[in-house]
């Protein structure tokens, strides 16, 4: 009676604390067991697409926390999740919501970075949305439109294409060009048949000139530097020379050489003019009294 009291008092026992061991880990599997070490970190993201309470942080792969809460803050929403204090997160770490399968389940996952300076846990951070595939169903049904209009007018110009190379005409056509293609081909390697050795020939005297021209050039690479560097002198005194030409030009033009003045300055031109005119009087003066009775010269002489 005893040994059974005995028996039924450890299998109590054993039965209780498997309960309880079995409410640990179901418990610490759905994070209804907090640990004070865990840290938080708010996370902004544009789209949640399905994330819910309780579901996993990983890092790499590897899950280290959960997800705490989402709050819907005007038009972003900022999800708190909590992550064992352990982990070491770099100031460009990366935050992604992921599908986890194929029912669409999503989880956080984070990038830890290589960064030397450590990560700010009271500022916001900015999470990454990756599609999953019925984010990427919703946006082909909302370019469905456009994708209708895309294949009808493949279907047009495929239509076109078809009926264009159906057409007997076309198909005269292109075999006349091919057939046109073909013997032009056989003219031209006839051709360089018959030519081959003059192609060659002319090959060879090309490699020859080619050879004497680099001969000449390295021979007189002293001459023609210096033919070369008289050019350059030249050059330079015929600028200076331009430039002297110019320079007296100028000058003659705004009048400020004599030259100049003969040119442009009025006044004396008319002098000149009042000058020649004098002179045509004294000289139609001094012919008239050679034609009359000559000239009259009252002259002293000492």
Do not use: C
Not at 236 to 248: A, E, H, T
Not at 292 to 300: F, L, M, P, S, T
């Amino acid at each position: 009676m005893r040994n059974e009291r005995k028996a039924e008092i450890k299998v109590g026992i054993t039965t209780i604390l498997s309960l309880i061991v079995f409410i640990w880990i179901m418990g610490w599997s759905k994070n209804f067991i907090r640990t004070s070490s865990d840290v938080e970190i708010n996370i902004m993201f544009d789209n949640v697409s399905g994330l819910e309470f309780d579901d996993e942080v990983t890092i790499r792969g590897l899950r280290k926390g959960f997800v705490k809460d989402i709050i819907l803050d005007r038009n972003i929403i900022v999800v708190k999740i909590s992550v064992e204090q352990s982990v070491d997160l770099r100031k460009d770490a990366e935050f992604w919501l992921a599908t986890v399968d194929l029912m669409g389940d999503k989880k956080i996952e984070i990038m830890p970075g290589i960064a030397e300076e450590k990560l700010n846990l009271d500022v916001l951070q900015s999470g990454k949305f990756l599609p999953d595939f019925s984010t990427m169903m919703a946006t082909i049904g909302s370019v469905k439109d456009d994708l209708i209009t895309m294949i009808d007018d493949v279907k047009i110009s495929l239509t076109a294409v078809n009926s264009y190379l159906t057409d007997e005409e076309m198909k005269t056509d292109v075999k006349e060009s091919l057939k046109n293609l073909n013997g032009l081909t056989y003219k031209l390697d006839v051709m360089l048949s018959e030519n081959r050795e003059n192609i060659s020939t002319i090959v060879e005297n090309t490699a020859v000139i080619s050879e004497n021209a680099k001969i000449f050039i390295n021979e007189n690479k002293e001459d023609i530097n210096v033919s070369v560097s008289k050019l350059k002198s030249l050059l330079i005194k015929s600028d200076s020379l331009v430039n002297q030409i110019n320079y007296l030009t100028a000058q003659t033009i705004e009048g400020d050489n004599n030259l100049g003045k003969i040119l442009y300055d009025d006044s004396l031109v008319v002098k000149i003019t009042e000058t020649f005119n004098l002179l045509n009087q004294i000289s139609k003066m001094i012919l008239y009294q050679l034609q009359q009775d000559g000239v009259k010269v009252d002259a002293n002489i000492w």
